[in-house]
Structure formats: C-alpha cells, structure tokens
C-alpha cells in the first residue's frame, strides 16, 4: 500500500487548503482511511477519518465545523478541506489507512501563520 499526501503549504489565518492523499489502491479496498497530525514533540493525533464506504465520519472536535473529509469509494483520492485555518492547525499532516495493518504516507506540512 502507497499513500502519497500533497496540498500542504503556507496559508493565513482564517485561510483554506485542500489536501489530497492518492492511494495505489481504491477507499473501497482499504476498512478505513484518514488523517492525522503531529507537531514536533506531541503524539500524532486524528484529524478526521472514515470508513470504507464514506460511513461512521469521526472528526477531532478542535475541526469539527471547520475541516471535511471526503473521497469516492471507487476512487484512490482521499481528502481533507481545511477551512478557517488556524495557527494552532500548524502540523505535519498524514494521510493514514487500514488495511489490515497500519500504512502512512510521508506527510505534508500545513503552516498558519500570519
């Protein structure tokens, strides 16, 4: 399994990026896809993730309103619209799937800052 994330970059406060993560398989292969996040000395935390099938939608509370999840189950696309950025939205974020085991993309790198 190959995630490969991109959309990261440096946006304003109160900005919107879109992330995308390509996966060498179809969603529908994999029993759940998300994101997660980590800052340098924290643990990684989820973002966002759902299940095979667009179903069971979870978000963190500090992106709930603010970020959506999505991807076609017959595609490989996942993504995540971040919308009403916020410094505190300042990570590395991964893209994470299940598939039978636990498979990461190499991140891609989210700054707000004014």
């Known amino acids: 399994v190959r995630l490969v994330e991109s959309g990261g970059g440096l946006v304003r406060p109160g900005g919107s990026l879109q992330l995308s993560c390509v996966a060498s398989?179809?969603?529908?292969?994999?029993?759940?896809m998300g994101w997660y996040r980590q800052v340098p000395g924290k643990q990684r935390e989820l973002v966002a993730r759902?299940?095979?099938?667009?179903?069971?939608?979870l978000y963190a509370d500090s992106v709930q309103g603010r970020f959506t999840i999505s991807g076609r189950n017959a595609g490989n696309t996942l993504y995540l619209q971040m919308n009403d950025l916020r410094p505190e939205d300042t990570a590395v974020y991964y893209c994470?799937?299940?598939?039978?085991?636990?498979?990461w993309g190499n991140g891609t790198l989210v700054t707000v800052s004014s």
């Open positions: 759902m299940l095979s099938g667009g179903t069971d939608i």
């Open positions: 994470h799937a299940d598939y039978g085991m636990d498979w």
């Open positions: 398989s179809s969603i529908s292969s994999f029993v759940s």
